[in-house]
């Protein structure tokens, strides 16, 4: 019986330097980076997503980046299969497949091969939620999925809509895993609170100083809709709103440090229900320090 074959994946919570670590990997053992986040899937969604850019990739091939166009429907279904297929060219050319990112559903659906449901859109039911508050749908879908709405971003109107879709269509949002068919090495990187929020901020900053608005406000000229940029969460749906005047700049950043520190805890959250992840508190010898220890496992 052949062994399954091996692959790394770097998570954690946002701003803790996943990208430039999966970077540093695949340099030393011979990789190719498969991005696990749900949004930078999107094409021009570069700065509010906090994409790589060419120069920090390295030469590194990415994979998952930029798929489709902002106002197309990606979900994590889709994303298993294209995933999973990349996965399987790149080991067919005896090269290290590294999973980066910190969307843990998409991690998940990946690694341990689970079987995603096919519930089509419906429009009548859509129709009827998206009247009701945020409130509401989060203790609709509490009612109906308690371990789905413990990771949920509360304030992700389309998300909560989805869920509560596929829960009232199934009954539940199943999980049911089929045998996995890699052997994972997980790797997860984390800050203190304080140091965290730091880095949450200065990222933010300097997106901001780098043009983010900006790009907003491109994505909304070339056919994207402020209704579908709000859906798209944090950075988006808070550049939307300023740039309909809805909030000040001071707002907006106000907003964003205690949204996307909010972002973080539930990123946690999901990964503390993997217990094979070996978490590291980054300082300035971490990398060295996790190449060490994957030598004798890679």
Known sequence: ??????????????????????????????????????????????????????????????????????NSIFNVAKYKIKAQKIITDILKRNKLPIICGGTGFYIDAVVNNITLPDV?????????????????????????????????DRKNKVRLIRAIEIAKSLG?????????IYRPLFIGLDLLDLELKRRINARLQKR?????????????????????LEKFGLE???????????????????NLQAEIFQYAKRQRTWFKKNKKIKWYMVNSKT?????QDLRKLI
């Open 287 to 291: 990398t060295q320090k996790i190449i």
């Open 172 to 180: 539940y949002v199943p999980k049911v895993q089929n045998t996995p």
């Open 1 to 70: 019986m052949l062994s399954k074959p091996k692959i790394l994946v770097v998570l954690g919570p946002t701003s803790t330097g996943k990208s430039d670590l999966a970077v540093a990997l695949a340099l030393k053992y011979n990789g190719e980076i498969i991005s696990a986040d749900s949004r930078q899937v999107y094409k021009g969604m570069d700065l509010g997503t906090g994409k790589i850019t060419k120069k920090e990739m390295c030469s590194v091939p990415h994979h998952l980046l930029d798929v489709v166009k902002p």
């Open 236 to 254: 988006y749906r808070n550049c939307a709103l300023l740039l309909q005047n809805k909030i000040t700049k001071e707002k907006l950043i106000q």
């Open 120 to 152: 089509l859109p419906n429009p009548e039911l859509r129709k009827k939620l998206e009247k009701k508050t945020l409130e509401q749908l989060f203790s609709m879908l509490n009612k109906l999925d308690p371990e789905r709405a413990k990771n949920i």
């Open 208 to 228: 901001l100083d780098d043009g983010m608005l900006a790009e907003v406000a491109r994505l909304h000229k070339q056919g994207v809709s402020y209704r579908r």
